[in-house]
């Protein structure tokens, strides 16, 4: 029996409520947000939970209830090995460093006084992130040795927002010139300035730690590889008009021939080497033309993956076939 968390509107969940269908697969919807979830799932062998890290009850629960199923032997989509680190960029440079993964150089504080002496020391620009965010949300380029120190008095101070509500509606502005964005998306952003979202305002402020990541300069793109057992697909992101980041721009291509068979070898020995049932890599490249992972994240936005034209096996053969990455998922799991 398949367990599916499912939510109307989640592509996800959705496809794969589909899927058991088409298949006479045994399933069962289920909500893990219930105090009686683990009632729920007994004569379960495999849960289905497209987490997400713009929820703040999947951020406050969702890695302890998949470690404890994981304990009693019911699979999980996704595993304690592909989710723990979830949109925390601080877990991911300790995770890729042990294995010794082609990261971006990474620097994280814990106290001001070495923070601050870090900073009179070392060259600019960096770029600063917050632990969390997607879509190029909570990063900026730091260009100076007086911008880094007011982004140190801030994070051993009284912190910095979750979500920066006036940026991102500046975002919003953005893709509605575009014609990405509907004049109710706007709408929307504009009023949420004032009363925020459900993650905002049951959100902490981030304090405590200082991160940075060395700056990789003219790089007008990234590359997104996203490895889902031994399969992998990916797009090519285009950097904003007068900025220097690509997650989130909505500027993609697809065409094989646009991406690095270095970049994919890497994307594939990471999955295998950490067991990651999903992973979207982003990768850039150093001044020597060496890819370097930015970042990683098990989840995704399916739309934006939709025009693939179709996916390379682990020996890197390309298969001119539909992406069925939700699918995928399911097969991926033994839940006979």
């Not at 969940?13 to 589909?18: A, F, G, H, I, P």
Request: proline share 3%; charged share 25%.
């Amino acid at each position: 029996m398949i367990a599916i968390h499912f939510e109307q509107g989640n592509n996800f969940s959705v496809r794969w409520k589909e899927y058991c269908e088409e298949k006479n697969l045994p399933f069962k919807v289920v909500s893990c947000y219930d105090s009686d979830i683990l009632d729920q799932l007994v004569g379960c062998t495999c849960l289905l939970w497209n987490v997400n890290n713009f929820n703040y009850k999947d951020q406050i629960m969702s890695k302890y209830l998949v470690k404890s199923l994981e304990n009693i032997g019911i699979q999980v989509f996704p595993n304690y090995s592909t989710l723990w680190h979830y949109d925390d960029k601080v877990a991911q440079k300790y995770l890729l460093e042990s294995i010794g993964a082609p990261l971006v150089k990474s620097f994280v504080f814990y106290d001001k006084k070495t923070a601050l002496k870090w900073i009179e020391t070392t060259t600019f620009p960096k770029v600063f992130k917050l632990r969390k965010g997607s879509g190029s949300k909570n990063v900026v380029l730091c260009k100076n040795k007086t911008h880094a120190r007011k982004l140190a008095n801030t994070a051993f101070g009284k912190g910095f927002p979750m979500l920066d509500m006036v940026s991102i509606l500046k975002e919003r502005h953005r893709k509605y010139k575009l014609g990405k964005e509907s004049l109710l998306g706007l709408i929307k952003g504009a009023i949420r300035i004032f009363i925020g979202t459900p993650f905002k305002n049951m959100s902490t402020r981030e304090k405590g730690y200082l991160y940075f990541q060395e700056f990789m300069p003219d790089n007008k793109y990234d590359q997104r590889i996203v490895i889902i057992g031994q399969k992998a697909f990916a797009l090519k992101r285009m950097v904003r008009d007068n900025d220097f980041r690509a997650s989130g721009s909505g500027l993609f291509y697809y065409d094989k021939e646009l991406f690095d068979e270095r970049c994919l070898k890497i994307a594939f020995e990471v999955s295998n080497k950490l067991n990651f049932q999903s992973m979207a890599y982003d990768f850039v490249y150093d001044q020597n033309n060496e890819p370097k992972i930015i970042e990683i994240s098990f989840a995704f936005n399916p739309k934006a993956y939709l025009d693939c034209p179709g996916y390379w096996d682990a020996d890197l053969n390309w298969h001119h076939d539909k992406v069925s990455f939700q699918d995928w998922m399911i097969e991926g799991l033994n839940c006979s």
